[in-house]
């Protein structure tokens, strides 16, 4: 029953911006989008949430679309240190406080 | 560093035997998290604690699997009999009681191989 669709692995160049997106066309209006990323053989790292508008901190910006059935993870200057597994999640306000977790997206950074 | 510690990031074992981690969270955080995490997958949930109760288990989280945290501080998570479908990362995640806004922080993992 994933909530969330990614792609699943983008490629891109370092020094440029790194847009991964994430669809969540059902999500309900008490859930927030959260984004962590998982580098090989560590835990996940959080990066930003948010719920209805903009989020901006220093690893990354969070661009949600105003039906928020839809949202960008931008890293705005990506290195070859952001190469990871990106997942986007949905994060139920209800009954339980976990985390969701799909497959995510891979991202490549390449030279 | 104060992030979340787990201990000992790698464990080999025999079929057959119990093995147990240690999570200690982040000092002032008093939500606790395990999760499963197996090759090519996203991080499964298993289990968390509020203070010293444990709130919610995963279906995951069959009869050889016990989880406790005395005194609402470090945690432990004891495998009974392993199996070799018990091979995964295990992660442990902490978080402030703020309700959802409250990010999870996770430590670095155990690496479980069952052989």
């Known amino acids: 029953d994933a909530k969330t669709t990614q792609p699943t692995s983008m490629d891109c160049a370092e020094g440029r911006a790194a847009n991964l997106p994430c669809n969540h066309s059902?999500?309900?209006?008490?859930?927030?989008v959260y984004w962590y990323r998982q580098i090989h053989s560590q835990g996940p790292q959080y990066i930003i949430h948010?719920?209805?508008n903009n989020e901006t901190n220093e690893m990354a910006s969070l661009i949600i679309t105003e039906d928020r059935k839809s949202s960008t993870l931008i890293l705005p200057h990506a290195t070859l240190r952001d190469t990871a597994v990106y997942y986007c999640i949905l994060r139920d306000t209800g009954t339980a406080s976990k985390l969701t977790f799909g497959t995510g997206t891979r991202l490549q950074v390449t030279l | 560093d104060t992030g979340v510690s787990q201990d000992p990031r790698h464990k080999i074992t025999k079929r057959g035997q119990n093995v147990t981690f240690r999570c200690d969270p982040i000092?002032?955080?008093?939500?606790l998290y395990w999760y499963r995490q197996t090759l090519g997958q996203g991080p499964e949930f298993l289990t968390y604690?509020?203070?010293?109760?444990?709130?919610?288990k995963s279906r995951l989280l069959s009869d050889r699997f016990s989880a406790e945290r005395p005194k609402g501080s470090f945690s432990t998570l004891e495998i009974q009999r392993t199996e070799q479908g018990d091979s995964a990362m295990y992660l442990c995640?902490?978080?402030?009681?703020?309700?959802?806004?409250?990010?999870?922080?996770f430590g670095n993992g155990t690496r479980l191989t069952v052989t």
């Open positions: 000092s002032e955080h008093n939500r």
């Open positions: 995640a902490s978080s402030l009681v703020s309700g959802y806004n409250s990010p999870l922080h």
């Open positions: 059902t999500i309900s209006g008490n859930e927030y």
């Open positions: 948010g719920l209805k």
């Open positions: 604690f509020q203070n010293e109760a444990q709130l919610e």
